[in-house]
């Protein structure tokens, strides 16, 4: 019986080890916030297929991108690397907002992901994954040499260059558009198309929608659908509505095909947002903030996985995770090997999936840094605007410890210490009622900082050369 019981095993694991490398399905949201979905508890919007998905699979209730905006997000989870590493700070390197009112010369960085990069996607390809970039790259002109076989729609734009209606101009994919395509159904199209051609071959598909940026501009089917709908206490947005739902409905078909061709059990599905939701549409609450800012509703944002027989149906974890864990959880996820040469700053995920405890994540530090400055969008959500009407983000560093994160502001050096267990919407600061605390995070992240060599603005303003 024991002779039984160790060959069944062993040809089990045999079985395992033989076993095809899974397929992987990652579908990036643009500016879609922590609560703009079904599963994450939006009263207004409508997600049934990611809710399903939510339930066959690990949400992630403590998921932050690496940064607050677009370009340093997609760098970081491209990169595996914080932003003093590849140095995107912003979406391009210009002083944003009035120059009478920045007190700081800015960092600009640079605009482009350095080619001596390594990028997950070129692990993949190394490990014989076929791959492809389809909707917004924003990190260069082209996505192509960075790691993907196939490329639709991915340019430097940080936006549809035409909306989200033909003509789309020079994009790559895009140029032969029928009059009336909505473009999110577009890329899931093509995402589809691409599955069905490598369906014999482990495939990788980074679907990065540019929806629910702007310009805000409806599924036009769905429009009346929402303007008749009851409005919710947390979402009213019925443009808003109608590109969520798109981009779920796009979700729907991607999974019906997998299933079509008999490879959902052998794919990963990945859904993740660049940050937060965009403030003049939508709402985070009970998370203060939105996209730009690096309060909570500016980086915490939806993120589930999907691993048929690895991750438990249902679960969820409340261990703090980033955009920069992605790389290597992908690598691990496709037995791809890490880069030799190449520092990584985050952990893989795996032993999360797998329902493993893990002390190393659930106890270190997670760091944002922007020495830069985000103009105001004006008049949005949870009042932010009235205490800087100027500016969404100012130069600052933050980081995030166990339940603590400790905002440090290089403009006057002022700290701002929340306790999220306590007070998830950061409105009572503790910095000077829990100075020990402070003193230890500043610490923290200053060691970080020089470390990591991150550049701190110091030189004012009115030093600043005049303009040639």
């Known amino acids: 019986m024991l002779q039984k019981i160790l060959l069944f095993t062993l040809l089990c694991l045999t079985q395992l080890q033989a076993a095809p490398q899974p397929n992987i399905l990652f579908i990036y949201a643009d500016d879609l916030g922590w609560r703009d979905t079904s599963f994450m508890g939006?009263?207004?919007?409508?997600?049934?297929?990611?809710?399903?998905?939510?339930?066959?699979?690990?949400?992630?209730?403590?998921?932050?991108?690496?940064?607050?905006?677009?370009?340093?997000?997609?760098?970081?989870?491209?990169?595996?690397?914080?932003?003093?590493?590849?140095?995107?700070?912003n979406v391009g390197t210009r002083p944003r907002g009035q120059a009478k009112d920045r007190k700081l010369k800015h960092i600009p960085g640079v605009d482009t992901l350095r080619p001596d990069i390594t990028t997950w996607a070129q692990q993949l390809q190394k490990a014989g994954y076929q791959t492809a970039s389809i909707g917004k790259w924003h990190l260069s002109k082209d996505p192509i040499p960075y790691g993907f076989h196939h490329n639709i729609a991915g340019t430097h734009s940080g936006s549809?260059?035409?909306?989200?209606?033909?003509?789309?101009?020079?994009?790559?994919?895009?140029?032969?558009?029928?009059?009336?395509?909505?473009?999110?159904?577009?890329?899931?199209?093509?995402?589809?198309?691409?599955?069905?051609?490598?369906?014999?071959?482990?495939?990788?598909?980074?679907?990065?929608?540019?929806?629910?940026?702007?310009?805000?501009?409806?599924?036009?089917?769905?429009?009346?659908?929402?303007?008749?709908?009851?409005?919710?206490?947390?979402?009213?947005?019925?443009?808003?509505?109608?590109?969520?739902?798109?981009?779920?409905?796009?979700?729907?078909?991607?999974?019906?095909?997998?299933?079509?061709?008999?490879?959902?059990?052998?794919?990963?599905?990945?859904?993740?947002?660049?940050?937060?939701?965009?403030?003049?549409?939508?709402?985070?609450?009970?998370?203060?903030?939105?996209?730009?800012?690096?309060?909570?509703?500016?980086?915490r944002v939806p993120l589930l996985i999907k691993w048929p027989g690895v991750v438990k149906a249902?679960?969820?974890?409340?261990?703090?995770?980033?955009?920069?864990?992605?790389?290597?959880?992908?690598?691990?996820?496709?037995?791809?090997?890490?880069?030799?040469?190449?520092?990584?700053?985050?952990?893989?995920?795996?032993?999360l999936l797998q329902g493993k405890p893990h002390e190393t994540l659930q106890n270190r530090p997670l760091f944002w840094h922007f020495p830069a400055y985000l103009q105001s969008y004006g008049g949005a959500n949870n009042n932010l605007e009235q205490r800087d009407p100027l500016f969404r983000s100012r130069p600052c560093s933050i980081v995030r410890l166990g339940n603590w994160k400790l905002h440090e502001y290089f403009e006057d050096g002022g700290l701002e210490l929340y306790n999220l267990k306590d007070d998830i919407g950061e409105s009572n600061n503790l910095a000077q009622k829990k100075p020990v605390k402070s003193k230890q995070l500043h610490q923290l992240l200053k060691d970080w900082r020089k470390k990591i060599k991150a550049p701190v603005p110091t030189k004012k303003a009115a030093e600043n050369p005049p303009s040639q």
């Open 42 to 89: 939006s009263d207004f919007y409508e997600t049934p297929h990611l809710d399903q998905l939510a339930d066959q699979g690990m949400v992630f209730t403590d998921a932050y991108s690496a940064a607050a905006n677009c370009a340093p997000a997609r760098a970081a989870l491209l990169s595996g690397q914080y932003s003093p590493r590849h140095e995107i700070y």
């Open 160 to 299: 549809p260059p035409k909306g989200y209606y033909p003509p789309h101009g020079k994009v790559p994919g895009l140029k032969n558009s029928p009059p009336g395509e909505y473009l999110t159904d577009r890329l899931n199209t093509e995402a589809i198309q691409f599955i069905k051609k490598n369906r014999d071959q482990p495939w990788m598909v980074y679907l990065t929608h540019f929806a629910v940026h702007t310009p805000l501009q409806p599924k036009k089917e769905l429009l009346k659908k929402y303007q008749q709908k009851k409005k919710g206490k947390l979402h009213q947005n019925a443009i808003m509505a109608t590109m969520i739902q798109a981009v779920d409905d796009g979700v729907g078909r991607l999974i019906q095909t997998l299933k079509d061709l008999k490879i959902e059990e052998q794919t990963v599905v990945i859904f993740y947002s660049d940050n937060g939701g965009y403030g003049p549409a939508t709402d985070m609450a009970p998370l203060k903030g939105y996209k730009g800012t690096y309060y909570e509703g500016g980086i």
């Open 314 to 351: 249902g679960s969820r974890s409340s261990i703090p995770v980033t955009g920069v864990d992605i790389y290597p959880t992908l690598c691990e996820i496709a037995a791809a090997q890490l880069p030799e040469q190449q520092i990584l700053d985050g952990l893989s995920l795996v032993p």
